[in-house]
T-cell receptor, first 117, second 116 residues
């Protein structure tokens, strides 16, 4: 596989469930991101990891818990979510690591469509 | 804080015609990057074109070109010879550069419909 792969593509969960979103990149990138895409709103950056270290948490509620075990994998653990958390969650990666011209070009996954009942 | 505004929620174009999508942004930086991303229905977002603010020449990628007006803080995307496959949501995005990896600021998006 190439590019950025996200699983599952669709997820329906209750407010008391615990689930996880997975992202894997096969591009040799060093930086990975979670973005939230809600209807009629701009994409919102949630978390940034650079060389497995979290470098950005954009005031995301603690019911969203990211995990980056290595530069190729990124998880978003979900628990006690609210209906307003229903959205498309996009994972992205970039060369990162101080690469001046490449650090800013994101490669996105297809997204995980989350519905919270 | 930087903001990106796409004032056209929806646009439509006839196949083979030309369409221009608008984007304005607000920043106090002098050096930055601008992007147009395309998100087809139920498919992943891909980079269409990018522009470095220090370059005066407008970027072009085949049928896609931009009109970058730095003083006016305007960054429009022109799609020539529109094709059915161009139908998608288009996002304008701003990046301040430096070590703010991946911290793009996106506009609200413009849905482009292409009529055969």
């Amino acid at each position: 596989e190439t590019g950025v792969t996200q699983t599952p593509r669709h997820l329906v969960m209750g407010m008391t469930n615990k689930k996880s979103l997975k992202c894997e990149q096969h591009l040799g990138h060093n930086a990975m991101y979670w973005y939230k895409q809600s209807a009629k709103k701009p994409l919102e950056l949630m978390f940034v990891y650079n060389f497995k270290e979290q470098t950005e948490n954009n005031s995301v509620p603690s019911r969203f818990s990211p995990e980056c075990p290595n530069s190729s994998h990124l998880f978003l653990h979900l628990h006690t979510l609210q209906p307003e958390d229903s959205a498309l969650y996009l994972c992205a990666s970039s060369p990162g690591g101080g690469h001046p011209s490449g650090a800013n070009v994101l490669t996105f996954g297809a997204g995980s469509r989350l519905t919270v009942l | 804080a930087q903001t990106v505004t796409q004032s056209q929620p929806e646009m439509s174009v006839q196949e083979a015609e030309t369409v221009t999508l608008s984007c304005t942004y607000d920043t106090s930086e002098s050096d930055y990057y601008l992007f147009w991303y395309k998100q087809p229905p139920s498919r992943q977002m891909i980079l269409v074109i990018r522009q470095e603010a220090y370059k005066q020449q407008n970027a072009t990628e085949n049928r896609f070109s931009v009109n970058f007006q730095k003083a006016a803080k305007s960054f429009s995307l022109k799609i020539s010879d529109s094709q059915l496959g161009d139908a998608a949501m288009y996002f304008c995005a701003y990046y301040a550069g430096g070590t703010s990896y991946g911290k793009l600021t996106f506009g609200q998006g413009t849905i482009l419909t292409v009529h055969p």
